[in-house]
């Protein structure tokens, strides 16, 4: 993982949901992306040719490779790509900009967005990505940040980085 910074959906709260980590099709924007330097031996054998965490056919749908079912589990939660991490949080394209967005469908964030713990989270996040290492973790984003614009319905844009 790069940096560190705490989460902003509680533990108990995201396994016990069944939202994250499966998604609508194999080429879905939501899978995540591994950068560079995340680029694990534990990942090996699970990336697409462009970084990509491979999926699985999962029901009517498909999974992330890592995903444990039964247990509603990552199989690397401690390495887990930074995008991950960041969730309900993340970093979208615009043109030439990175913005940080937050996916609306996150039902914590449904239950929080815009409360003093939601706007101290985005204070914090805006900070991290402006000071030392994540900085530069911003300039490798740049180069690989997803262009959500089929979903902006579903994403509340909260600060754009330039
Ligand atoms: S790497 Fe882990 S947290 Fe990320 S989508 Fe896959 S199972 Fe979920």
Redesign the pocket.
């Known amino acids: 993982m790069i940096g560190s910074f705490p989460q902003f959906v509680t533990q108990e709260v995201c396994l016990a949901c069944n939202g994250?980590?499966r998604f609508s099709g194999p080429n879905s924007c939501w899978r995540?992306k591994v950068l560079k330097r995340e680029n694990f031996p534990e990942f090996k054998g699970h990336l697409t040719d462009d970084n990509y965490?491979k999926t699985l056919k999962y029901k009517d749908a498909v999974k992330?490779s890592?995903?444990y079912e039964i247990e509603n589990k990552?199989?690397?939660?401690p390495i887990?790509?930074f995008e991950?991490h960041l969730y309900p949080f993340l970093l979208e394209k615009k043109g030439d900009n990175i913005l940080l967005g937050v996916h609306l469908a996150c039902p914590y964030v449904q239950d929080h967005r815009g409360d003093k713990e939601f706007d101290k989270y985005v204070d914090y996040l805006k900070d991290f990505f402006l000071g030392g290492e994540a900085k530069e973790l911003l300039g490798d984003y740049t180069k690989i940040a997803n262009d959500y614009s089929k979903h902006e319905k579903e994403i509340e844009d909260l600060y754009i980085f330039g």
């Open positions: 994250c980590c995540p965490i992330c890592f995903f990552c199989k690397v939660y887990r790509p991950c």
